[in-house]
């Protein structure tokens, strides 16, 4: 028997939270599917809901194979769902499909992408129509993220344009997501303003062509926002940071910026509607927003995440993103990697809290065949 190894998380009705590397017979493809060797597939930040859901990180041990943290009783009982349940983990990757259905024989040996839950595992079946094919020369290494970062930073801009902003702005916008976002700006002419909180990030963005780069660890930090808001007049803003006063500060500064150019004065702000956009949850603590309401009454704060955009733009518009950043995966879509693990590898406790981290440039790349 052919074996399949995968990564699974599961929460016991014990309160624990136990991953491991599992084994199941490998899948056989049905008529219309393929069976994928996945090569490449990344650690994201939207993984880590399922990888290390609601585990205490301070809790991490390693015990008889398994990597096991408590579960906070508190949240026990939103678990109920997914208790004793082995749930494999890995939202994309890509890979050589090895086998087919009748219906698919035309993707034999073909290196493809896909999205669609567990991924960190040796064998993947999936539908051939839900594969991006890749151009000829491509590597399953280059196309391991081709779905969550890439369609997040298009759907962006594509947002921008459906909700009548011209401008943008962009927090932890030194990760590989905020660098595709800078470069695909630079393409189709959208003014892009980028918020990080490093110096070496400030010098990485520059030297890739941004050319608004806001330090948010420096002093002048709203007037360096809101100088870049008058040039730009940005709206629209995506915070992946989810926490703390960042969303608030950007709104603020939004607001000077569109008091400069007031000709009269109203009590209730400008009206201009800003909007943030919360994508991420690198900060996990409350959403802050200044007590005097410094930035008017056209405003809003809301969630964004990237499989409702698609529905709502439908498959048309989906497959012209799809087709751009297959074309475009080794310029503007390429990322990059600090550390490549095998399954066993990345089941350490050392990796483990680095994903527990969440820090901009660490990005971790797992092939379950290596």
Same mark, same amino acid.
């Given at each position: 028997m052919s074996i399949n190894k995968q990564i699974t998380s599961t929460v016991t009705d014990q309160g624990k939270l136990e991953i491991a590397i599992t084994e199941s017979k490998r899948p056989v493809p049905k008529d219309d599917e393929v069976l994928i060797q996945v090569e490449a597939t990344p650690i994201n930040p939207s993984d880590l809901g399922l990888l290390l859901g609601p585990g205490? =990180?301070? /809790?991490?041990?390693?015990?008889?194979?398994? =990597? *096991? %943290?408590? +579960? @906070?009783? &508190?949240?026990?009982?939103?678990?109920? @769902?997914?208790?004793?349940?082995?749930?494999?983990?890995?939202?994309?990757?890509?890979? =050589?499909? *090895? !086998?087919?259905?009748?219906?698919?024989?035309?993707? %034999?040996?073909?290196?493809?992408?896909? +999205?669609?839950?567990?991924?960190?595992?040796?064998?993947?079946?999936?539908?051939?129509?839900?594969?991006?094919? %890749?151009?000829?020369?491509?590597? @399953?290494?280059?196309?391991?993220?081709?779905?969550?970062?890439?369609l997040t930073a298009l759907a962006m801009v594509e947002t921008m344009k459906m909700e009548g902003h011209t401008a943008l702005i962009h927090t932890a916008a030194a990760s590989n997501l905020g660098q595709m976002l800078v470069k695909i700006c630079i393409d189709d002419g959208v003014q892009l303003i980028n918020i990080v909180r490093k110096l070496e990030h400030v010098d990485l963005l520059k030297s890739i062509g941004a050319k608004f780069v806001c330090n948010s660890s420096d002093n002048d930090f709203m007037e360096q926002l809101t100088s870049a808001i008058t040039e730009t007049k940005a709206t629209l803003a995506f915070d992946a940071t989810g926490g703390g006063e960042l969303a608030g500060k950007i709104l603020t500064c939004m607001e000077s910026a569109a008091r400069k150019n007031a000709t009269e004065y109203s009590p209730y702000g400008s009206t201009d509607h800003k909007q943030v956009y919360i994508y991420g949850a690198l900060n996990q603590s409350a959403i802050t927003l200044p007590n005097n309401r410094s930035f008017g009454m056209y405003w809003? *704060?809301?969630? $964004?995440?990237?499989?409702? $955009?698609?529905?709502?733009?439908? $498959?048309?518009?989906?497959?012209?993103?799809? &087709?751009?950043?297959?074309?475009? *995966? !080794?310029? /503007? $879509? &390429?990322?990059?990697?600090?550390?490549?693990?095998?399954?066993e590898e990345a089941l350490t406790i050392d990796s483990l809290m680095v994903y527990a981290k969440q820090a901009t440039g660490e990005k971790f790349l797992i092939n379950p065949n290596g």
């Open positions: 205490d =990180i301070n /809790t991490l041990e390693a015990k008889d194979s398994k =990597i *096991i %943290m408590d +579960v @906070p009783k &508190a949240i026990m009982g939103a678990m109920k @769902p997914r208790l004793n349940k082995p749930m494999p983990v890995g939202n994309e990757g890509s890979g =050589i499909v *090895i !086998q087919t259905g009748k219906n698919a024989q035309e993707l %034999m040996g073909k290196v493809v992408s896909v +999205v669609g839950g567990g991924m960190y595992s040796q064998y993947r079946c999936m539908p051939a129509a839900s594969c991006l094919v %890749m151009n000829e020369g491509t590597e @399953p290494r280059d196309c391991a993220s081709s779905f969550v970062n890439p809003g *704060i809301g969630g $964004f995440l990237l499989t409702p $955009f698609l529905g709502k733009v439908g $498959f048309e518009k989906m497959g012209k993103m799809q &087709a751009r950043v297959a074309n475009e *995966i !080794q310029t /503007t $879509f &390429a990322s990059t990697y600090t550390q490549e693990v095998n399954l």
